[in-house]
């Protein structure tokens, strides 16, 4: 089975950082996208980063210029450096992989809390 760790998460003060990171392992074939969502109480899972095996990323508007997402492919790893953080950043964030055949596997989320 696929299996996604998640380190990262904590509370920090607004304009704090924090960096993310997800490791996958298991039974898994070639990862073809690597990515952050998040989900805040009350509201839906929505994106917050990707980056395919090719380098190609993509960001949510509201994080445009605080985050910053990487990888590492052979260690099958990816980072999200965020910063400036802001107290509505505050959710949980789940590591997403899409695989070659077009699996998907998510992690179990990781709290991080902005506070004023």
């Known amino acids: 089975q696929v299996q996604l760790v998640e380190s990262g998460g904590g509370l920090v003060q607004t304009g704090g950082s924090l960096r993310l990171s997800c490791a996958a392992s298991?039974?898994?074939?070639?990862?073809?996208?690597m990515g952050w969502y998040r989900q805040a109480p009350g509201k839906q899972r929505d994106l917050v980063a990707t980056?395919?095996?090719?380098?190609?990323?993509n960001f949510a508007d509201s994080v445009k210029g605080r985050f910053t997402i990487s990888r590492d492919n052979a260690k099958n790893t990816v980072h999200l450096q965020m910063n400036s953080l802001k107290p509505e950043d505050t959710a949980v964030y789940y590591c997403k992989i899409v695989d070659e055949l077009g699996g998907i596997y998510w992690g179990q989320g990781t709290q991080v809390t902005v506070s004023s």
């Open positions: 980056i395919t095996s090719r380098g190609s990323t």
């Open positions: 298991g039974s898994i074939f070639t990862i073809i996208t």
